[in-house]
């Protein structure tokens, strides 16, 4: 086995350590456009910074599924893995969708330590995906979905999450 494979399987195991963000700095904020334009020698924006800790759990953007979250891996400073997700707490049912390992990453655990945290995150809940799987990812979906309730099965959201629009104040 590898040194990065050995490194990126301890990342999986480090998958309950996530740090939780509110907003995500894809683009900078009016107040780093206001120290641009005040300090521009002293300006630094930069986006593709290493995060405080390898997992990190961000709300997703503009253009991603509002209300979701995303709980997303990295190596060092590349994206190694991201799960979309969203969790109704009344109803006490998650979906996730589209976890994706990239490439250089894939068949290392990502996957299954990410929806393993999930699950320990919120340990009542049913879990579910909103859309059918791929037949090339159904034996991954039957290995993760062992002993799970709501086993990763197809169901559609309730009304409390609103899919794809923008909630209501």
């Known amino acids: 086995m590898t040194e990065k494979t050995m490194a990126i399987r301890s990342l999986a195991r480090l998958a309950d350590h996530v740090h939780w963000v509110r907003e995500w700095p894809d683009k900078p904020t009016w107040r780093d456009r206001l120290r641009r334009w005040a300090y521009p020698e002293l300006y630094r924006f930069d986006r593709s910074a290493t995060p405080p800790s390898p997992w990190v759990d961000r709300p997703a953007g503009h253009y991603e599924r509002?209300?979701?979250?995303?709980?997303?891996?990295?190596?060092?400073?590349?994206?190694?893995?991201?799960?979309?997700?969203?969790?109704?707490?009344?109803?006490?049912i998650g979906w996730v969708e589209s976890p994706h390992a990239y490439e250089g990453?894939?068949?290392?655990?990502?996957?299954?330590?990410?929806?393993?945290?999930?699950?320990r995150a919120y340990p009542r809940v049913q879990w579910h995906t909103g859309g059918g799987h791929f037949r090339e990812a159904e034996p991954f979906w039957s290995s993760v979905s062992a002993?799970?309730?709501?086993?990763?099965?197809?169901?559609?959201?309730?009304?409390?999450?609103?899919?794809?629009?923008?909630?209501?104040?």
């Open 66 to 92: 509002t209300g979701w979250r995303i709980r997303a891996a990295y190596f060092r400073s590349d994206l190694a893995f991201e799960v979309e997700y969203v969790v109704c707490d009344l109803c006490e």
């Open 105 to 119: 990453y894939k068949r290392c655990g990502l996957a299954s330590a990410a929806l393993r945290s999930l699950r």
């Open 147 to 169: 002993g799970i309730p709501g086993g990763y099965t197809q169901r559609e959201r309730c009304h409390h999450v609103e899919p794809w629009r923008t909630r209501r104040a």
